[in-house]
């Protein structure tokens, strides 16, 4: 089942798509954790370790990606499973 009729208009379509969410102060908090990583990475040996590590978490800060029935005409969407 890839489409569905719309909860709130009657002519809409809703079909399965991603709605991504962007944070700003979150996405400025990951920078600078990145950096902190990036300082990481210059103490041998456990320091380079542990900086990739919070460097490929900052990177996902701040942004994320749900699940979403989205209608085509008015726009409208709820999440799914």
Not at 2 to 19: R, Y
Not at 49 to 61: D, K
Request: proline share 2%; net charge positive; glycine share 12%.
């Amino acid at each position: 089942m890839n489409s569905m009729a719309c909860e709130k208009c009657p002519d809409g379509v809703m079909v399965k798509t991603t709605n991504a969410e962007h944070n700003l102060g979150m996405q400025l908090f990951g920078i600078a954790v990145f950096l902190v990583g990036l300082g990481l990475l210059f103490l041998f040996p456990i320091g380079t370790i542990i900086g990739i590590f919070v460097m490929l978490g900052a990177a996902r800060m701040g942004y994320s990606k749900k699940k979403v029935w989205k209608c085509k005409q008015c726009g409208y969407f709820f999440s799914r499973a």
